[in-house]
C-alpha cells in the first residue's frame, strides 16, 4: 500500500512564524492587566519585549504636574513585570503589600485611595544585565534628583 501526503497551506511559512513574534503585532496586546497598552495610545505590543528598564509612573500625580516615577530593570517581558507590580499592589496580604513600592506611594501620597499606573520602556538590553541594572540605577538617581529640584 502507497501513501501519498499533499500539503496545502493558505499562509505562507514566514506569515506563520511572524505570528509568534508578539512584538511585531499592530494592535494592543488586549490584556485588561496590560500596564503598558493601557495607557499607551501607540499601537503595537511592546508589553512583549523582554530584558528592559521601565517607568511606572502615577496618573494622579501626572495630573497635578508632580513628579512621580518609579524604575525598574528585569528580564521578564514588559506585560509580566507590569502585572507583578499589580498584583502586589492589589494583594491582601501585608506583607506583599509592604514590598511594593506602587502601594506604599498609594498609601503615602493618596491616603490609600485606588490609584492608576502606566508603564513604559525607557530602554531595551539584549543580554546585557550589567548594562541593564547600571543604566536603572542612573535613572533612579537621575529622578530623584529632578524631584529634589522642584
Wanted: overall charge positive.
Amino acid at each position: 500500500m502507497k501513501i501519498r501526503v499533499v500539503e496545502k497551506t493558505v499562509k505562507k511559512l514566514i506569515d506563520y512564524l511572524k505570528s509568534f513574534d508578539k512584538t511585531k503585532a499592530k494592535s494592543k496586546c488586549g490584556e485588561a492587566d496590560c500596564l503598558m497598552c493601557s495607557g499607551d495610545t501607540k499601537i503595537g505590543r511592546k508589553c512583549r519585549k523582554n530584558d528592559i528598564v521601565y517607568q511606572i509612573t502615577c496618573e494622579e500625580c501626572k495630573k497635578e504636574n508632580k513628579k512621580s516615577n518609579y524604575f525598574g530593570e528585569t528580564n521578564f517581558n514588559a506585560y509580566t513585570r507590569g502585572k507583578q507590580h499589580i498584583d502586589n499592589y492589589k494583594s491582601n496580604c501585608e506583607s506583599t503589600q509592604e514590598k511594593s513600592a506602587l502601594r506604599k506611594h498609594a498609601k503615602e501620597i493618596h491616603n490609600d485611595n485606588n490609584v492608576k499606573y502606566t508603564m513604559k520602556i525607557v530602554k531595551t538590553f539584549k543580554e546585557d544585565p550589567l548594562a541593564r541594572q547600571i543604566y536603572e540605577s542612573i535613572k533612579i538617581v537621575e529622578s530623584k534628583k529632578m524631584m529634589t529640584d522642584q
